[in-house]
């Protein structure tokens, strides 16, 4: 795809990574331990390497090990894709009492969050219960699958409940005619007196879970790991790893050596069993041979290896990977973006790729290289001699106001002075000004005309491509639950019952 159609995707992604998240943070909130259960349900990195994964709820208590399947909408209904093929119905993966959740979601043009909404959650059994509607069927490319739907009623407007008949709801603005909205078959969601905006759901044709507050720690990780459910084998493996479950780690091991077990399945153990402190299995992950065809596995190990961020082996075996030129391009790619401030956040270790010669793996290099710490600037400092990575150089220290003082030392060298004086003009001017009464007259005033330039245009840094901005803005990834699962984004004060008419804002 070309970076328009990508940016498109990108946008779905992003509203999915966003509802995902928003629904971590709800069921957090009733007691659940969430982490989560499909890998990238809430991250918003496109690769071209798709991985066929099992189908899997996105979000898994690791207490009551409840499923959770996150869908994020921009205008909220009750759709789910639905395929005769093995494992790829709406139903597989999900028990009766696992939970889809329904969510509205908008976001601008840049994918920042402009509203996210109140979850609906529907147990799999209530959706059963009621035959959906079906949409067109797809082409067998698209793997012969249809949408299929439950309706809901949304008022179209505000105002107060007046009447309540079966599932019909009766809505009195606050001028104007009464309106009549639902189906006699419905299962109502407001009362009456009840005060509603527009795009409230009113009801539904499938009754809303009621049961959602964690039942505690009811989940046996030795019993899920022994069960013929494959889902659940997998959520146990990954669990296992999260809670540190060292007394599983002998089962955990047979998982990661038993050639009958599908290859996903090892390469998650291998990730427990490398969380409990395994070294060899953390070397086992990146192990590779050229003769291995299977780009898709490859792709998993590395994106396994970039959620170990607090394992110096595998940030080891990332810079390895990073390194091996005998890797596509791609794979060489993720391990720099799981190196970065993405994951990692090595900036030395992402440094040392901006200018591969492989533009893949520089991009990602370039748009993962978050902040330099104060151990960075001496050889940032010296790369502004650097014709080739003095531009980079230059939008990362400005990036530092520990940078000002060597900045302007910099400036009485040749060779560094004009990248220099670019980096000083992308500081704000009052920090600069504090340590600048050294500044020759001639620097002094090509600084004032840098800042005026940079007043009106805030997106002339010499860095500042379109390839970078849009690979930067899929930076979203699951707050790291391997350690503290209630480590999120979004502040529950921070989400708003969202409306089409107000758009309210989800952050400050």
């Known amino acids: 795809m070309g970076l328009k159609e990508d940016a498109k995707f990108a946008r779905f992604i992003t509203m999915g990574a966003l509802g995902a998240e928003r629904i971590a943070n709800d069921l957090t909130e009733r007691g659940h331990r969430i982490i989560e259960l499909e890998r990238y ?48 119905g709406w139903r597989d993966g999900m028990r009766p009492e696992d939970v889809f959740a329904f969510i509205p ?35 067998a490319t698209d793997g012969s699958e249809r949408d299929i739907y439950w309706p809901i009623t949304v008022a179209t407007r505000a105002g107060v409940v007046s009447r309540v008949q079966a599932g019909r709801i009766t809505i009195q603005p606050s001028s104007g005619k009464a309106s009549t909205l639902g189906r006699s078959t419905d299962s109502p969601l407001v009362k009456l007196g009840d005060r509603v905006d527009a795009g409230s759901i009113l009801g539904a044709s499938v009754s809303p879970a009621t049961d959602l507050a964690c039942a505690g720690i009811t989940w046996s990780l030795t019993d899920a790991m022994n069960s013929d459910d494959q889902i659940e084998v997998f959520a146990a493996v990954k669990a296992a790893g999260v809670l540190k479950a060292d007394y599983l780690i002998t089962a955990l091991s047979k998982i990661a050596t038993a050639d009958d077990r599908d290859t996903r399945l090892r390469i998650e153990a291998l990730g427990a069993l490398a969380r409990l402190g395994d070294a060899t299995a953390t070397s086992q992950l990146a192990g590779w041979s050229p003769d291995d065809r299977d780009v898709a596995m490859q792709m998993e190990r590395v994106l396994v290896l970039s959620e170990l961020i607090d394992n110096r082996s595998a940030t080891r075996c990332l810079l390895e990977i990073a390194h ?132 009106e245009d805030s997106y002339n840094e010499p860095t500042n491509l379109t390839e970078i901005r849009f690979l930067t803005g899929q930076s979203l990834r699951a707050p790291m639950a391997w350690e503290s699962c209630h480590q999120q984004r979004f502040e529950p004060n921070c989400v708003s019952n969202w409306s089409p008419s107000s758009k309210s804002l989800v952050q400050s």
């Open 41 to 88: 349900a809430m991250a918003n990195k496109i690769w071209s390497t798709k991985v066929k994964r099992l189908r899997m709820a996105d979000l898994l208590c690791l207490q009551c090990g409840r499923r959770f399947e996150a869908k994020a909408k921009s205008k909220l209904e009750v759709k789910i894709s639905d395929s005769q093929q093995a494992g790829r």
């Open 324 to 455: 091996d030129q005998r890797r596509s391009e791609e794979i060489r790619a993720a391990a720099v973006w799981g190196l970065g401030a993405t994951w990692h956040n090595q900036f030395t270790y992402c440094w040392e790729f901006v200018s591969d010669e492989i533009e893949k793996v520089r991009r990602h290099a370039q748009a993962g290289l978050g902040r330099p710490t104060s151990s960075d600037l001496p050889g940032l400092i010296l790369a502004l001699a650097d014709r080739q990575r003095a531009p980079l150089a230059a939008a990362m220290l400005a990036r530092s106001r520990g940078a000002i003082s060597q900045l302007i030392a910099a400036l009485s060298d040749e060779d560094r002075h004009d990248w220099a004086l670019q980096a000083l003009g992308q500081i704000d001017p009052g920090a600069v000004n504090e340590s600048a009464d050294v500044l020759k007259s001639c620097d002094r005033a090509a600084l004032n005309a840098l800042w005026c330039r940079n007043i």
């Open 105 to 139: 979601v908008v976001v601008d043009g840049n994918n920042r969050a402009l509203a996210i909404g109140i979850p609906l959650y529907l147990t799999m059994a209530s959706m059963d219960k009621v035959t959906p509607k079906k949409g067109q069927l797809k082409s």
